[in-house]
């Protein structure tokens, strides 16, 4: 079983919303700064937003910011990713991954991967 596993993922029409969680698996993750990435069709990985391990600060992608919010539960080791307003470029496979390296933005930064949770946003 991968180490994080995330789900929530679905199918939505454009303006609407989803509740993505991130779950650890036999791993804490409360000490590591989280990530939350994602890959649509064709094209390469990319950071949506970060959080670190206290919570206490957030980064966003310029094209999220305002409509996603990250998040985080140390205790029932979860992470989450609040998506409002979803647009169809949104579409992609979502995945969280933990932060072991020193920049949000470089997916080579992250380790123990999920499988990810498809999001479909329609027009």
């Known amino acids: 079983q991968a180490p994080l596993v995330e789900s929530g993922g679905g199918l939505v029409q454009a303006g609407g919303s989803l509740s993505l969680s991130c779950a650890a698996s036999?791993?804490?993750?409360?000490?590591?700064?989280m990530g939350w990435f994602r890959q649509a069709p064709g094209k390469e990985r990319e950071f949506v937003a970060g959080i670190s391990w206290s919570g206490d600060n957030t980064i966003y992608a310029e094209h999220v910011k305002g409509r996603f919010t990250i998040s985080r539960n140390n205790a029932k080791n979860t992470v989450y990713l609040q998506m409002n307003s979803l647009k169809p470029e949104d579409t992609a496979v979502y995945y969280c991954?933990?932060?072991?390296?020193?920049?949000?933005?470089?997916?080579?930064?992250?380790?123990?991967w999920g499988q990810g949770t498809q999001v479909t946003v329609s027009s």
């Open positions: 991954a933990a932060r072991v390296g020193s920049r949000w933005y470089a997916s080579r930064e992250y380790e123990y």
């Open positions: 036999g791993r804490t993750i409360r000490n590591y700064a």
